[in-house]
């Protein structure tokens, strides 16, 4: 499986962006997916996940819950981040990434990511 994300930017905070990751190459409906995130001088921390065929309830990270949230088109392949209420401490490089069976909170777990985006969120 391939992952390609985009969406990253220059935002002020308070302001909104949306993380894409379009997934080819195998069944997208089989793989939970995830989106993680690292700062600069940091390690990768888990932002949210979310289950194949949308089994469940997806997970966020106490830091972006109530503003960011995990969605998936199982037609168009993609999974998205939804970001709202920008701060500047979200400024990182963000990651998608894949794996099968359920998700998981930790990134060496997914064995497959994408490139990143970066995202500054400007005070």
């Known amino acids: 499986v391939q992952l390609q994300a985009s969406g990253g930017g220059l935002v002020q905070a308070g302001g909104s962006l949306r993380l894409s990751c379009a997934v080819g190459?195998?069944?997208?409906?089989?793989?939970?997916m995830g989106w993680f995130r690292q700062a600069p001088g940091k390690e990768r921390e888990f932002v949210a996940a979310?289950?194949?065929?949308?089994?469940?309830?997806?997970s966020h990270a106490d830091p972006v819950k109530g503003r960011f949230t995990i969605s998936r088109d199982n037609v168009d392949n993609t999974v998205y981040l939804q970001m709202n209420s920008l701060k500047p401490e979200d400024t990182a490089v963000y990651y998608c990434?894949?794996?099968?069976?359920?998700?998981?909170?930790?990134?060496?777990?997914?064995?497959?990511w994408g490139q990143g985006t970066l995202v500054t969120v400007s005070s």
């Open positions: 979310i289950n194949s065929w949308n089994a469940g309830s997806p």
């Open positions: 190459g195998r069944i997208f409906e089989n793989y939970a």
């Open positions: 990434a894949a794996r099968l069976g359920s998700y998981s909170a930790r990134p060496e777990r997914y064995p497959t």
